[in-house]
């Protein structure tokens, strides 16, 4: 009985210390959100800092397909989940409803474009800093 209740002491102390070490090696990220409502982005200029892990979290809340486009800023940061960008690694396609995050890294410090590749025609363009 006493044997037992040892084991399973130490089988829930090791389940502790291996939720306590995915926990901590789990890099951590500052969520940055931006949405579209035809014909614009909110916020239409976004900020990061670089060597910093972020979460682009966005949101398509408009009636039509926009695409989140920056080739340049994409170019030059490391993407975690790169299955959410287009086969070029050039933009995000988000239909009406859609609801993705990208997981990046922005080493380069400068400015970069931001744009719809469908309505920058239509004035939904921005922009990129990378302090």
């Not at 035809?38 to 682009?56: A, E, I, K, S």
């Not at 486009?69 to 933009?91: D, G, K, S, Y």
């Amino acid at each position: 009985m006493l044997r037992k209740f040892a084991m399973a002491c130490v089988g829930l102390i090791a389940g502790a210390i291996l939720v306590a070490v995915v926990t901590w090696l789990k890099p951590t990220s500052v969520t940055v959100n931006l949405s579209m409502v035809d014909y614009r982005f909110n916020p239409d200029h976004l900020t990061f800092q670089h060597d910093v892990r972020y979460r682009l979290h966005m949101e398509n809340h408009g009636k039509e397909t926009h695409e989140v486009t920056a080739p340049t800023f994409f170019a030059t940061a490391t993407i975690e989940n790169p299955e959410v960008l287009n086969r070029e690694h050039t933009e995000v396609v988000m239909q009406p409803g859609d609801v993705k995050d990208m997981y990046l890294t922005a080493h380069k410090p400068g400015t970069y474009d931001l744009r719809c590749s469908d309505h920058d025609w239509n004035g939904m363009v921005g922009g990129i800093t990378v302090e």
